[in-house]
């Protein structure tokens, strides 16, 4: 008897292993999957300049680091104490000038140093929906509790969204060629916009992702879809795989979605490293009732001894 129904997920043409470097930007989806890259010790570097929500904001990150753009003082604001700008999420404010100055350019610097040596790209959107100043109608990727009488609010086209990510690909593979693009959709309801509107926003998301699929660009099948969002949407329906807030996956969805995940784009020979790496991470966090003991100093020594071959597989511990 089927308890649930399950998306069907193909197996990756050009699948991920421990020689990979995987770039990943987006939503806090984004970064849930990218501490499962950190914990299992893959190569990967995620979101440079924080959780970038919408398209139009990972492809002017990506675009400003390939043309190696220098940010100055006409780029950052001062605002709530704190110097800001709009290209990044707050956590890269700081309290003066220089200092959001010198975060934003390295910050730059790593991003295009990583999209050149990349072997696989994971993007996931979160909405459409976007805030243009009303001053310049540049869209921002960042409010920063500026009021909301300063913006314009409005909804990306799927044309807007396809031409968007039709950017961020050929800018990238000009100095990446055989780049892998991982595209996904966020499972994390933004409802501020409220329930139909977001919808709508997911739906733009999905059609602009399916269209590029379908473009002859993509003859080569570098470009591909992960379905998290309707993994999350159909396969966990029940309000237990989420957060107290009802809106965002809890650990056992991420969990859930990360297996998926692997089963799809990690090579099965990584499985054995996988738990080797997953037993020695249970170990670093035990806690001996006895510290002294002969017990725990030889599972301190069995440890170690894990941990070396480890490292000389190349695994960074």
Known sequence: MKLQTQIPIQKADNPIDYESNVVLFGSCFAENISEKFSYFKFQNTSNPFGILFHPKAIENLIVNALQQKVYTKDDVFYYNERWQCYDAHSKLSCTSEEGVLATLNAKLELTNYQLKKASHIIITLGTAWVYALKESSVIVANCHKVPQKEFEKCLLTIAEITKSLETIISKVKAINPKVQFVFTVSPVRHIKDGFIEN?????????????????????????????????????????????????????????????????????????????????VQKGLIHKPFNPSSQAHLKFLEDLQRKIAHLQSLNINF
């Open 199 to 279: 919808t709508l926003s997911k739906s733009h998301l999905i059609a602009a992702i399916h269209h590029l699929l379908k473009t002859e660009s993509n003859s080569d099948k570098r470009v591909s879809y992960f379905p998290s969002f309707e993994i999350m949407i159909d396969e966990l329906r029940d309000y237990r795989f989420y957060n107290e807030d009802l809106l965002h996956p809890n650990m056992m969805a991420v969990h859930y979605i990360w297996e998926q995940f692997q089963s799809a784009w990690i090579v099965p020979k990584a499985t054995p490293i996988m738990k080797e790496i997953d037993a």
